[in-house]
């Protein structure tokens, strides 16, 4: 079984698709964090981040698989410090909308869906990385509440405003890139979790999952 999850950043999809797969017993895959890989491994070895080729063939080398402990790039498992720092931050977006880089994560991540059952998250991956998922899910809130969530995670060095202007660019970014911009699949459920706790989302989205 695959359930898929989109939305845009800080919205809470990670802290839901990381419960959902605890609760049904499945892997749980963040997309965002093959991208993160990418950025991380061209900033570690002095890739000119300026220049797609010089990313791109970089990228075509790197091996990618998937633990319960988390991402491991060409054997090495990165930490969420690692894939979080603030110059990940700065230039993951615009990596992630090389297609090419795309092309190369999303073969990666259809290879592990193909034999393991999942919890996915990301901004594509109910339209063009698992659209036979089961279930699919499109969070939304609105961009204080998410810069509000972004700041109380303290990951960032940034302030509540800073990050606000942040998480506004990467809106931007993620919903006019040339391929798997976020958009809504029409199949999709469609929560708004402004004013809703992750309990309360969890328990709507595991009431339709039994439905099923
Ligand atoms: O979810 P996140 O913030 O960790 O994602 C990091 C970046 O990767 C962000 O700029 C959006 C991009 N991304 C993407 O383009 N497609 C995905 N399926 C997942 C993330």
Redesign the pocket.
């Known amino acids: 079984m695959i359930i898929a999850i989109d939305g845009p ?1 800080g919205v809470g999809k990670s802290t839901l698709a990381k419960a959902l797969a605890e609760k049904l017993g499945l892997l749980y895959l ?4 093959f ?2 890989g990418v950025t991380y491994m061209a900033l570690k070895n002095g890739v000119n981040l300026e220049s797609p080729p010089a990313i791109i063939r970089l990228a075509e080398t790197l091996e990618f698989s998937l633990s319960r402990e988390g991402l491991l790039v060409s054997g090495r498992l990165l930490s969420s410090k690692e894939l979080q720092n603030d110059e990940v931050e700065q230039w ?2 615009p990596i ?1 909308s090389l297609v090419p880089i795309r092309h190369i994560v999303n073969k990666n991540l259809t290879k592990i869906g193909r034999n393991t059952d999942l919890v996915a998250e ?4 109910t339209t063009v ?1 698992f659209p036979q998922a089961e279930v699919k899910i499109y969070l939304d809130a609105s961009l204080d509440a998410r810069a509000a969530r972004r700041f109380h995670q303290g990951t960032s060095q940034k302030t509540l405003a800073e990050l606000k202007k942040t998480l506004a660019e ?1 809106d931007e ?2 919903k006019n ?1 040339a391929e ?1 911009r976020l958009q809504i699949a029409p199949e999709a459920l469609y929560f708004d979790t402004s004013d809703l706790t992750i309990d309360e989302v969890c328990e709507k989205v595991m009431s339709v999952i039994e439905k099923k």
Request: proline share 0%.
């Open positions: 950043a963040n997309s965002g964090l991208y993160r993951v977006s992630s990301g901004r594509d991956i990385v990467r970014m993620d890139k798997g």
